[in-house]
C-alpha cells in the first residue's frame, strides 16, 4: 500500500496524456459508459443466484460537520405547523436541497463535472458548456436510462488485515491487483469497479473529520489498472481521491484522470459495510449492480442510491 510517492506536475501530464490517447472511453460520446453493451448487461444479470438487494448508498447528512460544512436540509413543509389535523384528508410533504458533490453524501460525478486547462472531457471547452442554467452537454443526462452492469467490489482494508486505511494512505495498482487475486475475482471490460478503502465505516466508529486534510484513496498511477482493465464506472467509499494529493498542483488528480483523461463517471462516498460481509461469506465479489441517477438533464452529477443485486 503506497503512503509516499508524489508525482511532479510533469509526470501527472505525462501520466493524464498517456491514459486520454488510450483509454477506450477517451473519445467515446458517453465516455467510459459505451464499453457496456448489451451482453455486458445479460452477463451481469446471470450474476444473480439469491435475488437479495443491498443499498451501496449512505443516508442523505442532515448534520453540520468537519466534512459538511453544508449540509442537505430536510424538512416537512405540510402539514403546517408540522401538527395534522383531527378530520379530512391531508398530506405529508417534504423538501430536500443539497449540495450534489458534498463531502459525505453518495453521489454520482458527470464528465462535466471536471474543467482542467479550460476544458471538459473530450477537450470539450467549459465556456462553451457550462452556464448559471447548467450544462448544455456531457452532463449527468448522458445516464439517463441508469447504469447496469457487472459490479466488482475489492476490499483493500481486508487485504490488509485491518478495519479501513488511515486517512492519507494510497492505493496502488498493486493493491488493486493484489485483492483481485485474494478475493478469487478478476475486473473486466465494461465493470462497474468498486473499492473499499473503509472510509464510512472509519467515520462511523470514530467520527467525521476534515477530509480535505486527510483521506485515503487511489494514488494516480493505479488508474493505469483502470484503463488497462477496460472499466466502465470507478466508485468508492470515499471520494475515490487521496489527500494530500499525490500529485504536485493538482488538488483531486483521480477526478481529473478518471473524468476528464479516462471518460469516467464517478461515483463518491459510498457505503459498503452491509455489502462487504455478505460477499465475504458467500465468497463472492462480483454481481449485478443497478445505478439510476435522477433524470437532471443540465447537472454536474446526481444523488444516487445503488443497488448490488446478488
Not at 52 to 81: C, F, K, M, Q, Y
Not at 106 to 131: E, F, K, P, Q, R
Not at 221 to 249: I, Q, Y
Request: proline content about 6%.
Amino acid at each position: 500500500m503506497r503512503t509516499t510517492g508524489e508525482l511532479s506536475e510533469a509526470d501527472f501530464r505525462r501520466l493524464y496524456r498517456r491514459l486520454r490517447d488510450t483509454s477506450p472511453g477517451g473519445a467515446a460520446r458517453r465516455g467510459a459508459l459505451d464499453t457496456i453493451t448489451g451482453d455486458h448487461v445479460l452477463a451481469a444479470v446471470r450474476e444473480v443466484r439469491s435475488g437479495r438487494t443491498v443499498s451501496l448508498a449512505a443516508p442523505v447528512n442532515t448534520r453540520t460537520g468537519p466534512d459538511d460544512a453544508d449540509p442537505a436540509e430536510h424538512r416537512l413543509i405540510a402539514p403546517a405547523g408540522g401538527e395534522p389535523g383531527s378530520s379530512g384528508l391531508e398530506f405529508a410533504r417534504d423538501r430536500l436541497a443539497m449540495n450534489i458533490h458534498s463531502e459525505v453524501d453518495s453521489h454520482l460525478d458527470a464528465l462535466c463535472h471536471v474543467i482542467y486547462d479550460g476544458t471538459l472531457h473530450g477537450g470539450v471547452s467549459a465556456g462553451d458548456v457550462l452556464s448559471p442554467e447548467g450544462a448544455s452537454a456531457l452532463s449527468v443526462d448522458l445516464a439517463r436510462d441508469g447504469i447496469v452492469g457487472r459490479g466488482v467490489l475489492l476490499d483493500i482494508p481486508r487485504l490488509h488485515g485491518v478495519p479501513w486505511l488511515e486517512p492519507g494512505a494510497q492505493v496502488g495498482a498493486e493493491d488493486l491487483a493484489a485483492a483481485e487475486t485474494r478475493q478469487g475475482v478478476r475486473v473486466g471490460r465494461g465493470d462497474i469497479l468498486l473499492v473499499r478503502v473503509g472510509h464510512r465505516r472509519r467515520r462511523e466508529e470514530l467520527g467525521p473529520w476534515d477530509v480535505a486534510g486527510a483521506c485515503a484513496g487511489l494514488h494516480p498511477t493505479a488508474m493505469e489498472f483502470l484503463a488497462e482493465r477496460e472499466v466502465a464506472v470507478l466508485g468508492g467509499d470515499g471520494n475515490n481521491d487521496s489527500a494530500p494529493s499525490a500529485a504536485k498542483g493538482v488538488a483531486f488528480p483521480v477526478h481529473v484522470l478518471g473524468i476528464h483523461a479516462m471518460g469516467l463517471h464517478l461515483l463518491d462516498y459510498l457505503r459498503f459495510e452491509d455489502l462487504t460481509p455478505i460477499c465475504a461469506r458467500e465468497g463472492r465479489w462480483s454481481f449485478l449492480c443497478v445505478i439510476a441517477p435522477l433524470r437532471l438533464p443540465a447537472a454536474t452529477g446526481s444523488p444516487v442510491n445503488p443497488l448490488a443485486i446478488l
